[in-house]
């Protein structure tokens, strides 16, 4: 039969009880330099025994920087704990937040369909009147902004239009004055021609 685990307990003669402590602190200090030295490792030991005598050991007898190291690791640790818990916090308070607006927003877009209104009461039915009172003004405000704009832009194509139809008719007038400007010059060489032609000498009359 194996060996049964042998159950940790306060020793309670007092010269064992010493005896112990002295092999397990010398066992224990050896182990801290040992991991120490093989693994590199900063190790600082502190024990006090039961009368409050100290014994400690730190690596490279450097026990003040280790214990600076260790506050300032445990003060970040918190700070991030507590930075975490505050995120999470007001992470949960504002999406409750956002759900109950998400709520109250679908109802009152249900009530502005006109569903769910048995429940609203006289002043939430004059409240409701009134945003749909405000949306129909809004609604037909735009319509007339969108047909004055509308308008405007006709105008202003039938404007562009009556200008390039002036500027063509103006081009037309110019061709036929030209082409009649080169008849009247083509013109007087025929009628020179015509005359002489038909004014013979008396003689051969």
């Not at 007092?14 to 801290?32: D, E």
């Not at 445990?74 to 759900?99: D, I």
């Not at 949306?135 to 037909?140: G, M, P, S, Y």
């Not at 010059?185 to 004014?199: E, F, H, M, Y």
Request: overall charge positive; some cysteine; aromatic content about 4%.
């Amino acid at each position: 039969m194996g060996r049964g685990r042998v159950q940790l307990k306060r020793i309670e003669n007092k010269i064992n009880r010493q005896v112990t402590f002295s092999k397990r602190r010398c066992g224990l200090l050896k182990k801290a330099h040992e991991i120490s030295v093989l693994c590199d490792a900063d190790v600082a030991l502190i024990v006090f025994s039961t009368k409050g005598k100290l014994f400690e050991y730190a690596t490279d007898c450097c026990m003040e920087r280790i214990l600076e190291r260790y506050e300032r690791y445990s003060y970040a640790e918190s700070q991030v704990l507590t930075n975490n818990a505050e995120t999470n916090g007001n992470w949960t308070l504002e999406h409750a937040k956002l759900k109950a607006r998400m709520e109250i927003l679908q109802k009152n877009q249900k009530n502005l369909m006109g569903e769910e209104l048995d429940s609203l009461s006289l002043k939430e039915l004059q409240n409701l009147e009134h945003q749909l009172d405000t949306a129909l003004k809004n609604i037909r405000s735009r319509k007339i902004q969108l047909m004055c704009e509308s308008i405007s832009e006709l105008q202003r194509k039938d404007k562009a239009l009556q200008e390039q139809n002036n500027m063509l008719a103006k081009k037309v007038k110019e061709k036929e004055k030209a082409l009649a400007q080169q008849t009247q010059w083509d013109n007087p060489q025929d009628d020179g021609l015509t005359s002489s032609s038909g004014s013979l000498p008396s003689e051969w009359n």
